[in-house]
């Protein structure tokens, strides 16, 4: 969360020539740690740019569908631990690992999470209470997102040691809130709300308000559906303008990089209308972060199979803080 508010009329490219850059996270610092999906490979990107550097290969990464090296989360307590956080697609299942920049092999903490061609999730990220909240997919197994026993189709809540987190709604659960479909944005404002961004299936995208034990209702209720029992998104996109990823808060506003629609959702967390922005500017816009200093920072998907790629792709993109 960042009180400053992001330029995007002052563009800088920090970063070119990637392979379908995911996870991004931030160093204290300044510098940012990208996920390239494909490749499996995490660089270290410095904050006014340069070459990125290689920091690891992940061991065992299976790249498949909409699966690979996926997100990425720094330790809020790295200073002390120097730990990073990983979640990605092996050979049997989508987990999570942690590692040292130069600290050898990760160490798996998490696993077991069912892994498809698509929804394999794959965003985390801490929370303000210190604890990892990871997004994951139902694997194209619809019914999972409903079975509060399953870890697919949820948002889970871990310990840094990847054990369910207490005061979860269920003591012994990993289990945050349960019936989403593909979770692939998480964010904190200042008071502490949680918002979660999904992709919906051929008709609503959705932002919700992340509330510990609620429901979001897939696969019985796809956008705003009024039932009882389930818990309603404060903003819905049809998917062509859409299909939602990263997400990011700064000052009062929530912003979301969208594939399909290839721009930029800002969301007023005050009301008002979301409106969109660099409409079909860079392609496929896949995660949004923002840095320590406040700026924004932006990656494209051009390179993931969907649309042809353009000179430089993937590229990350900075737009500094006013």
């Known amino acids: 969360?960042?009180?400053?508010?992001?330029?995007?009329?002052?563009?800088?490219?920090?970063?070119?020539?990637?392979?379908?850059?995911?996870?991004?996270?931030?160093?204290?610092?300044?510098?940012?740690l990208v996920a390239e999906?494909?490749?499996?490979?995490?660089?270290?990107?410095?904050?006014?740019?340069?070459a990125p550097r290689p920091v690891l290969t992940?061991?065992?990464?299976?790249?498949?569908?909409?699966?690979?090296?996926?997100?990425?989360?720094?330790?809020r307590d790295y200073a002390r631990t120097g730990?990073?956080?990983?979640?990605?697609?092996?050979?049997?299942?989508?987990?999570?690992?942690r590692f040292k920049i130069g600290g050898g092999d990760p160490e798996v903490i998490f696993d077991g999470i069912s892994k498809a061609?698509?929804?394999?999730?794959?965003?985390?990220?801490f929370g303000p209470d210190g604890m990892l909240y990871v997004g994951t997919g139902d694997a194209g197994e619809r019914d999972a997102a409903q079975d509060a026993g399953d870890s697919n189709g949820k948002i889970l809540r871990l310990t840094?040691?990847?054990?369910?987190?207490?005061?979860?709604?269920?003591?012994?659960?990993?289990?945050?809130?349960?019936?989403?479909?593909n979770v692939q944005g998480l964010a904190w404002a200042a008071d502490g709300t949680m918002y979660g961004i999904e992709f919906g299936q051929n008709t609503f995208d959705e932002v919700n308000v992340i509330k510990p034990g609620h429901n979001y209702g897939w696969p019985k209720v796809e956008g705003k559906g009024g039932v009882a029992g389930f818990t309603d998104p404060i903003v819905t996109w049809a998917t062509d303008v859409a299909s939602p990823s990263g997400a990011a808060i700064a000052g009062d506003k929530l912003y979301v990089a969208a594939l399909r629609g290839q721009r930029l959702w800002i969301v007023p967390l005050g009301g008002g209308e979301p409106r969109a922005?660099?409409?079909?500017?860079?392609?496929?816009?896949?995660?949004?972060?923002?840095?320590?200093?406040?700026?924004?920072?932006l990656t494209t998907s051009n390179r993931d199979g969907h649309v042809d790629p353009r000179d430089g792709d993937d590229r990350i993109l900075r737009f500094p803080a006013r």
């Open 58 to 75: 992940v061991p065992g990464v299976a790249t498949s569908g909409e699966g690979g090296l996926l997100g990425l989360a720094v330790a």
């Open 117 to 125: 061609g698509i929804h394999n999730g794959g965003r985390i990220a």
């Open 1 to 32: 969360m960042s009180k400053g508010t992001p330029d995007l009329s002052a563009p800088e490219t920090v970063a070119t020539g990637l392979d379908v850059p995911w996870g991004l996270a931030f160093l204290p610092d300044g510098s940012a």
């Open 37 to 50: 999906r494909g490749a499996g490979r995490v660089l270290r990107v410095a904050p006014g740019g340069g």
């Open 277 to 297: 922005e660099l409409s079909g500017r860079y392609g496929r816009l896949r995660t949004v972060a923002v840095a320590p200093d406040g700026a924004l920072w």
């Open 83 to 97: 730990w990073v956080y990983a979640y990605y697609t092996a050979a049997d299942d989508n987990r999570i690992a």
């Open 160 to 181: 840094p040691e990847g054990r369910p987190a207490p005061g979860n709604p269920t003591p012994g659960s990993p289990v945050w809130s349960l019936g989403h479909r």
